[in-house]
């Protein structure tokens, strides 16, 4: 099963509302190439209307073009734009429940194969143990 199992480094810097962050491949699978890196621009903003909260994400890829199971592909592209997620999230009640809603617009994976637009509606629960 190695070749399912991915090491990846990850780093974030954040500076007040703005986060940068990072995940690097570091060997071959199936699914990427050892130094594929997906970048990740994040803006969060609590209270942007009344009780909601706004994030925005952008996440950004580079690739290598060849490795052991993806190899060189004519049209592979070796970046890309991959999404944008604008999400809503609002408080229910004094429960620690919020509602979620994000708005993705799809970008391309890389064969440039654009991704569709979508809504995703979402329920979270936040607690300490």
Aim: net charge negative; hydrophobic share 35%.
């Amino acid at each position: 099963l190695e070749e399912f199992n991915g090491l990846e480094a990850v780093g974030s810097l954040g500076i007040g509302p703005v986060t940068l962050g990072f995940q690097t491949l570091t060997n071959d699978v199936v699914w990427g190439n050892s130094g594929d890196t997906y970048w990740t621009l994040t803006y969060n903003k609590e209270k942007i209307l009344r009780r909601w909260d706004f994030t925005a994400k952008l996440g950004y890829y580079t690739y290598e073009t060849s490795g052991k199971f993806i190899p060189q592909a004519a049209g592979a592209e070796d970046n890309g734009f991959r999404h944008l997620d604008l999400t809503f999230s609002h408080p229910i009640g004094n429960t620690g429940a919020k509602f979620h809603i994000t708005s993705i617009i799809g970008g391309d994976d890389r064969n440039g194969v654009e991704q569709d637009n979508a809504i995703v509606f979402g329920l979270s629960y936040d607690f300490d143990i």
